[in-house]
């Protein structure tokens, strides 16, 4: 069964460093989201994507953050500075249309220590 | 604008219970979507179910049900003979026509007990 695979499953950075959390998603879709799940919390929407470009983003989704489709297959979401604040899970997810099932990777953990 | 409440932040009951969590969610859009996530302690979120907002009829998969009404703007999901392995946290969620995010609800912690 289709799978979107996440990587790493976990990352500990420093503050202030840059980091790349990396997704390859359903192969035949054509949707593609982060979101985050501070723990404990509920599971929050940050950007989505479509034909090479961001068509939503929430306010969290801000000047630091930002997601690239580098080849056929990947689908990245970089944090340039992180901060204290950005530790969470990140989650990837995939659909084939808009309003369609999103299905979820098995997420990141971002450790900013 | 979209907003999803699980009021029950944690459930416990004792194997083979049946048990219900209620989602309840607002929306000004006639076509939206509905969906149920599990989060098993392993930290994935695995997909239950997707209900569109012209479909009322309830739905029926094993052991689980969900309860879909317009009136009350409610979209419950029920348990059937709970078992241990259900014990995870479980989110509803809505999405509308045209937009793409997902907005979920808190969450609802359930424990299944021996």
């Known amino acids: 069964e289709p799978e979107v695979t996440q990587t790493p499953s976990h990352q500990v950075t420093q503050m202030g460093q840059e980091v790349i959390l990396r997704c390859v998603p359903i192969?035949?879709?054509?949707?593609f989201y982060w979101y985050r799940q501070i723990l404990g919390q509920k599971v929050e929407f940050l950007v989505s994507?479509?034909?090479?470009?961001?068509?939503?983003k929430s306010e969290i989704f801000d000047d630091q953050f930002s997601v690239e489709r580098p080849d056929g297959s990947n689908f990245t979401l970089k944090i340039r500075s992180t901060k204290l604040e950005d530790s969470a899970m990140y989650f990837c997810?995939?659909?084939?249309?808009?309003?369609?099932?999103?299905?979820f990777g098995a997420g990141t953990r971002l450790s900013v220590l | 604008a979209q907003k999803v409440t699980q009021a029950q932040t944690e459930i416990s009951v004792v194997e083979k219970e049946d048990v219900t969590l209620d989602c309840v969610y607002e929306t000004r859009d006639t076509t939206y979507y509905l969906f149920w996530y599990k989060q098993p302690p392993s930290g994935e979120l695995v997909f239950l179910i997707r209900r569109n907002s012209f479909d009322e009829q309830n739905e029926i998969s094993g052991r689980y049900s969900w309860n879909f009404q317009k009136s009350t703007s409610s979209f419950n999901f029920t348990i059937t003979a709970s078992q241990v392995v259900d014990s995870a946290v479980y989110f509803c969620a809505q999405t509308f026509q045209g937009a793409q995010k997902l907005v979920f609800g808190q969450g609802t912690r359930l424990t299944i007990n021996p």
């Open positions: 192969s035949n879709h054509l949707y």
């Open positions: 997810a995939s659909s084939d249309l808009r309003g369609s099932i999103q299905y």
């Open positions: 994507f479509y034909n090479n470009e961001i068509s939503e």
